[in-house]
């Protein structure tokens, strides 16, 4: 027993469907076929910062729900910087030493962490002061991971984002209306772009394109001039007004959140062109519910493939998929090259091809 290799595995950052599919997969290869222990840490890095450190041992037998499960059964945290963490007493603290001692204490030989561009960023400075054998997943919504093509949960919310899209069309087009879909992606358009083109937008609005109200309206008077009375537009959560301002949320817990640009799209609609004007903000929805088939068959994938790379004593890299497989690349790298969308890629021109407004022109 005690020479049993142990592993330990977290999610970090905001959840999104198809992480309990990464645990559920580490679970069955650790376990089952290398006979392994697997430590499911609580709560990201508060679980191993935590006196005693959080942490459950998994079985395989409790482990099959987990494909169908959206969010993540571990918990997560996407607030309390660890270099900076907030302190109940108002003061905060430097707790990368608690969490390096919990990973020790846990007696852990590796650490897998899923995670965005951010928490990996964090887990690998720590992973580099700690000596902790590290290995990364990609997972956001935002898919704006370097590094990898795809990143777990970014197709469930493409996919959400897109029903949506699809419910909108009927009622606008029963009431003639121009209806603005709002969605995630911080800093990213990923998710408007891709589902716009999936669900027949009209107009997509993402932050890496600078757009003029102008030629928003002018696309719809086209469509109107054409008999067509109802417009679809989608808007990422990041993409600023027209004179550059970011929309945002009132503060909560001292962060500032987006929100509010499908509000100022559609009353500058409804100002300048007449058009009745509804505004659907998607939120959490998108990284809420049953993950996506392709979801879980990434997850599979990368749950196994991170665990080949503790086997094989590959650390201080990240699972990724690139031309229809999953290979491993240095964390570093991941993080380096943010992936926003690109404005010379197949789905910019794919837009344009078919006649969506981007609001550049
Ligand atoms: O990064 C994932 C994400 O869902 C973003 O798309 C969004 O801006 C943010 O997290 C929302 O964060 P929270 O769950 O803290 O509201």
């Not at 600023?240 to 909560?252: H, N, S």
């Not at 409804?270 to 990284?287: K, Y």
Request: net charge negative; hydrophobic share 40%; proline share 3%.
């Amino acid at each position: 027993m005690a020479d049993k290799r142990r592993i330990g595995i977290l999610t970090s950052g905001g959840d999104c469907a198809g992480l309990n599919a990464v645990i559920r997969a580490v679970v069955h290869h650790a376990i089952g076929n290398y006979g392994w222990e697997v430590i499911g840490i609580q709560e990201a890095t508060n679980g191993l910062m935590s006196d005693p450190p959080q942490g459950i041992n998994f079985n395989i037998e409790d482990i099959d729900p987990l494909l169908l499960m959206g969010g993540t059964m571990l918990g997560t945290t996407n607030k309390g910087n660890p270099f900076a963490f907030p302190m109940p007493d108002g003061s905060f603290r430097d707790r990368t030493q608690d969490i390096i001692n919990g990973y020790h204490r846990l007696g852990l030989e590796a650490l897998i962490g899923i995670g965005g561009d951010g928490s990996l960023a964090i887990l690998r400075k720590i992973a580099q002061q700690g000596g902790i054998n590290l290995v990364g997943i990609p997972k956001t919504i935002d898919n704006d991971v370097g590094a990898t093509e795809t990143s777990i949960g970014f197709d469930t919310a493409t996919n959400i984002a897109t029903e949506a899209l699809d419910r909108l069309h009927f009622t606008a087009a029963s009431h003639n209306r121009v209806m603005v879909l709002e969605v995630m992606g911080r800093d990213a358009g990923h998710i408007a772009l891709a589902a716009g083109i999936a669900g027949g937008a009209d107009i997509i609005l993402i932050p890496e394109i600078p757009y003029h109200l102008d030629n928003i309206y002018k696309k719809i008077r086209q469509r109107q001039a054409l008999g067509k009375n109802f417009c679809l537009v989608i808007v990422s959560e990041a993409v600023r007004t027209e004179l550059g301002d970011q929309v945002k949320e009132i503060k909560q817990m001292g962060e500032d959140r987006y929100g509010g640009i499908g509000k100022y799209i559609a009353e500058k609609i409804a100002q300048q062109t007449g058009a009745e004007t509804r505004v659907t903000v998607l939120g959490h929805i998108q990284r809420g519910g049953i993950p996506s088939p392709s979801d879980r068959l990434l997850g599979a994938a990368f749950g196994v493939a991170a665990v080949d790379l503790i086997a094989e004593g590959q650390y201080d890299r990240m699972v990724a998929w690139r031309n229809r497989q999953v290979i491993s690349v240095p964390i570093a790298e991941a993080i380096e090259t943010y992936w926003s969308v690109q404005l010379d890629g197949t789905l910019i021109k794919t837009a344009k091809g078919l006649g969506i407004c981007l609001g550049d022109e």
